[in-house]
């Protein structure tokens, strides 16, 4: 496999890349004029650096977005990390699942008769021995000046308590992570309240927001989908969702698809036809 087809790079604007890593990861690749910042490093399978040096020789500011592994697998062939500090404990928790993880996901794919998403000479104890060489440990809301160019990060505690998305001025895209997207994972962690959620990412709509890209999806989602977040969790009930027990840790959740077409207006902005939410009863308490 040569690295075309391992890492799939986009210039969604000008100086503005997403590089996907096999296996579904988005990495963004920022340009300004004096320095250039990635946001995550996927599983680190393969080398994204080479990725990154291929297109800039800018100094490079490398973010986390959050601490689990298919966003923070790649910092060891980084030299310093910035991570919220709230996530450094989930950083730590998922660094002992490593091994765990590639097992679950050789399970996974051997009984979907998928090809691995590492190379054929992977080797599993050495992955798991690479770790982060240095965090710098970031406040809840950081701005970087790239050169011409802010980007201003936020903690949006729900999905991880350290969760940062990141608000580019120069093209007004929010990258959104885990954070907000049209599926929304709420369970980890010692976790908050859905309710506080919501709360947290009504500060998002502040910004001139062009559109709002995930972690994980090609989708570029318009500045509804916080409203839809929001009517999504507060049209949830126990009742209404099915358990859903994780794959990896057994953990149990509960699943809630919420269509749509029930949420006043966003059906006609936008093509998704579905929310769907995960979360911990323990966090539905309101
Ligand atoms: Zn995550």
């Given amino acids: 496999m040569d690295t075309k087809e391992i890492f799939k790079i986009t210039e969604i ?13 988005y990495l ?51 030299n310093e990390i910035y991570i919220n500090k709230n996530d450094l404990k989930t950083y730590s928790r998922y660094e002992k699942e490593k091994e765990l993880m590639i097992e679950t996901m050789k399970k996974r794919y051997d009984k979907l008769k998928k090809e691995y998403i590492w190379p054929e000479d992977f080797n599993g104890k050495e992955y798991v021995s690479k770790t ?80 709002i890209l995930s972690a994980h999806l090609d989708t570029k989602f318009p500045m509804e989908i916080i409203d ?14 099915r358990v859903f027990i994780h794959p990896r840790n057994k953990h149990k959740a509960l699943l809630f698809k919420y269509n749509t077409e029930n949420i006043k207006g966003f059906d006609k902005i936008s093509s998704i036809p579905r929310m769907n939410l995960i979360y911990a009863p323990s966090l539905s308490t309101d």
């Fill in 13 to 25: 604007e000008k100086n503005t890349y997403r590089i996907l890593e096999l296996g579904g990861n």
């Fill in 28 to 78: 963004t690749l920022l340009l300004g004029t004096k320095k250039a910042m990635l946001i995550d490093t996927g599983f680190g399978f393969y080398n994204s650096k080479k990725v990154v040096e291929k297109i800039t020789d800018l100094p490079l500011i490398v973010v986390n977005s959050h601490g689990h592994l298919d966003h923070t697998g790649g910092n060891y062939l980084y």
């Fill in 228 to 241: 839809a977040l929001q009517a999504t969790i507060k049209a949830r009930s126990a009742a209404k969702s």
């Fill in 132 to 211: 982060t060489k240095k965090f710098i440990p970031m406040e809840d809301k950081v701005k970087f000046d790239l050169g011409d160019r802010i980007v201003e990060f936020n903690k949006i505690p729900g999905h991880t308590l350290g969760q940062m998305v990141a608000f580019d001025y120069q093209t007004r895209i929010l990258f959104s992570s885990d954070a907000v997207a049209s599926s929304l994972w709420m369970y980890y962690d010692e976790g908050i309240s859905l309710m506080d959620y919501c709360n947290n990412i009504e500060n998002l709509k502040k910004y001139p927001i062009k559109y």
